[in-house]
């Protein structure tokens, strides 16, 4: 490949854009892929088809693994473009010196395709609600920022019985919540609509305050006690999906939580967040009751042709290898519910995040839902062990825009510690041919 | 599990262990992309010499890893001697510098090393999760082998 190659223009770009032989592959921030507008461009999103792969990643010493796991093929002609023209290019050699012969590069996305309504976007319906980190840090700087109406900004550090986490660096201005503050540990369901008021009013927060979430990811250990202590984004996804069905109704998650933050260059810091009280939550809770599903309707969902119960479990977990949990004895599978594989293990969502622990690019969420029988005309149901990782599930079906997603709050704890409810293990049938 | 402890020691003895960290720092600062060291580590994988059979047993095998990890150490002439492999390349690329910074020095060397070279390769800090957490594995087992040997 040359050194600089020749870029496409506008017109060339549309003749192949649906040619299977072309792949497109966006190296702007996930981000601004998902449909943020970064560069006040006319519209916001990606180019019909195209795939998220930004410049960032390209940092990561298995940059190859993740083009060939997006199936972008030596085959293929690649067509990178992006914001600016050097990143792209940098991008468009790193393709060359990874073996793909046919890589092109266009440079007019902004002026050329955004400009221009006749040409096909695509975005991520509620990105709004999956802010970047440039966005939270105007917004906490009180500037006027896009896609938000004004208004109180809360943000919230979440972790689960590790104030420390907090303590040792978070985002200015940010308060803490521990999951514990929202949830009960001893059914690890969302408290009382009065318990979850009390919580939300002491962190200042009433139904039209918009709240921003996130968490730290330290690498969570299924040997140690508390692994949720070390899986504080996955809280965060937790506690968003509680203040969503309280009725909180401007509810976003920076989207890669406390990692974004610090990838951007921002600064962390140990002064405390002031929380700032509000006396009344302003409307009643829940505000979105459908939100939650619990046992009863569970099996309403399974017995339905048109429902799904999406286990957000790991293969060892669903076949009944293993609880997942060091306080949950029982293994084992809900029977006829749908595997949608977390990841690795009770307190990993990789199939679910990118590596920078930002959310997955949707198209490829939504594929992997497809190929399983979870689609938006469906009521999907997602839940896990006790709600986490349904919890995060269930927010990016959310912000898919799909009508009817809930999270199944019991989970596997729930289900397994009523001996009447059956349950399976072993390899189903669908995963032995 | 504590390391096997055998009398039979080679009697090599490594360089100072900062000069083998500061090495790798100097040869992967010289790769100009993640293509460039990928490539390093999957040549490093290839050329990292199997170890004899019998490692690739649940004995040996660690949890948290992506791809599959098994590892040994052993405690020879007050040195401990670690041997490992993987089923992915690039991981047992990762294992190859491992095995260059600490194979073969006393565990008490070993436990109070300061890996620095991790951070400044982009080692840690540019992994998937994954395979990070993988490392983090391989690390903690290390450590272990050299806690118990470090008492013997």
Redesign the interface.
């Known amino acids: 490949m040359t050194d600089r190659p020749t870029p496409l223009s506008t017109q060339d770009l549309h003749a192949l854009l649906d040619d299977p032989r072309v792949q497109l592959v966006d190296v702007r921030p996930i981000d601004a892929y998902n449909g943020w507008r970064l560069r006040d461009e006319a519209r916001g999103g990606h180019i019909r088809g195209a795939r998220a792969l930004p410049a960032k990643w390209?940092?990561?010493?298995?940059?190859?693994?993740i083009v060939r796991a997006k199936e972008i093929r030596p085959d293929h002609t690649v067509v990178v473009y992006g914001y600016h023209e050097d990143e792209t290019e940098?991008v468009a050699?790193?393709f060359g010196?990874?073996g793909y012969e046919r890589v092109r590069v266009y440079h007019d996305f902004v002026d050329g395709w955004c400009a221009d309504d006749r040409l096909p976007m695509e975005r991520l319906p509620r990105h709004r609600h999956l802010v970047p980190p440039e966005w939270l840090k105007a917004a906490l700087s009180g500037e006027t920022v896009s896609e938000h109406d004004g208004g109180r900004v809360v943000l919230c550090h979440a972790h689960y019985r590790n104030r420390g986490d907090y303590e040792q660096g978070h985002i200015p201005g940010a308060v803490d919540v521990d999951t514990l503050l929202l949830e009960s540990p001893e059914t690890w369901n969302r408290r009382s609509p009065a318990e979850v008021r009390d919580a939300l009013r002491a962190l200042g927060i009433t139904a039209e305050t918009t709240v921003v979430l996130y968490g730290r990811?330290s690498?969570p250990?299924?040997?140690d006690p508390f692994p949720g202590s070390a899986a504080g984004h996955l809280g965060a996804f937790r506690c968003a999906f509680i203040m969503l069905w309280a009725g909180v109704k401007d509810v976003r998650m920076l989207n890669g939580g406390l990692q974004s933050w610090i990838d951007a260059g921002y600064d962390v810091t140990t002064e405390e967040g002031e929380r700032r009280p509000v006396e009344d939550f302003g409307a009643e809770i829940p505000g979105a009751p459908e939100l939650a599903v619990d046992l009863p309707e569970a099996k309403e969902i399974l017995a339905a042709p048109d429902k799904n119960l999406v286990s957000v479990r790991s293969w060892p977990e669903y076949i009944g290898e293993v609880s997942g949990y060091n306080y949950i004895e029982k293994k084992g599978r809900i029977p006829g519910s749908v595997y949608g594989d977390c990841?690795?293990d009770a307190y990993?969502m990789?199939n679910y995040?990118n590596?920078d622990?930002t959310s997955r690019e949707y198209h490829e969420i939504d594929a992997s839902w497809k190929r399983i029988g979870v689609t938006r005309d469906k009521h999907n149901a997602f839940y896990c062990g006790t709600g986490w990782r349904g919890s995060e599930a269930f927010f990016n079906a959310w912000l898919l825009g799909w009508p009817r997603v809930s999270v199944y709050d019991g989970g596997w704890f729930e289900w397994s510690n009523d001996p009447s409810n059956p349950i399976e293990t072993g390899i189903p049938e669908w995963a032995r041919s | 599990m504590g390391p096997v402890v055998t009398g039979a020691g080679d009697g090599r003895r490594p360089p100072p262990l900062d000069a083998v960290q500061d090495e790798i720092v100097a040869e992967m600062g010289g790769l100009e992309d993640a293509m460039a060291r990928y490539e390093y580590l999957v040549r490093l994988g290839r050329a990292l010499a199997v170890p004899e059979v019998g490692i690739r047993t649940d004995e040996h095998a660690l949890a948290g890893c992506q791809s599959r990890v098994w590892m040994r150490g052993e405690l020879r002439d007050g040195r401990l001697h670690l041997a490992a492999d993987s089923d992915a390349m690039i991981t047992r690329g990762i294992i190859a510098l491992l095995l260059r910074v600490l194979d073969g020095r006393p565990p008490r060397e070993v436990l109070e090393a300061d890996l620095y070279f991790l951070d400044r390769t982009g080692l840690r800090t540019h992994l998937s999760p994954s395979r990070a957490n993988g490392l983090g594995a391989m690390l903690q087992r290390i450590r272990s082998y050299a806690e118990a040997s470090a008492g013997e």
Do not use: K, P, T, V
């Open positions: 390209s940092e990561y010493l298995e940059w190859i693994e940098r050699r790193l010196r990874g990811f690498f250990d299924n040997a990841g690795s990993h990789e995040r590596l622990h």
